[in-house]
């Protein structure tokens, strides 16, 4: 399986994006997906989690602001981010693995990324 996603951009501070993550495969074998980031000069993080069941996790820098959800039908990941802050700027790649705690250690399945840039 092959992950793509797009949706990246520059906005302003306070306004929307969807991130989406295209599987060239069927995501109902990927037990769960989600979405990392990384800025500069700082570590990895996981910010969304999302489970074949549909249980989710998100850190808590983003509880409230970002959304995750995936449409198995159409093997695609998503990232509703509203109320961005310029902290959010990073790069954005979404992941797949067995379950949500497996994919925090070491995810099965990368994207390349997209880039998202929060200006104040």
């Known amino acids: 399986v092959q992950l793509v996603e797009s949706g990246g951009g520059l906005v302003q501070a306070g306004n929307s994006l969807r991130l989406s993550c295209a599987a060239s495969g069927s995501i109902f074998s990927i037990g769960a997906m989600g979405w990392y980031r990384r800025a500069p000069g700082k570590e990895r993080e996981l910010v969304a989690g999302i489970s074949s069941g549909g249980s989710t996790y998100y850190a808590d820098s983003v509880k409230g602001r970002f959304t995750i959800s995936r449409d198995n039908a159409k093997n695609t990941l998503y990232l509703q981010m509203n109320s961005l802050k310029p902290e959010d700027t990073a790069m954005y790649s979404c992941?797949?693995?067995?379950?949500?705690?497996?994919?925090?250690?070491?995810?099965?399945?990368w994207g390349q990324g997209t880039q998202v840039t929060v200006s104040s």
């Open positions: 992941a797949g693995g067995d379950t949500i705690a497996a994919m925090r250690g070491a995810p099965d399945y």
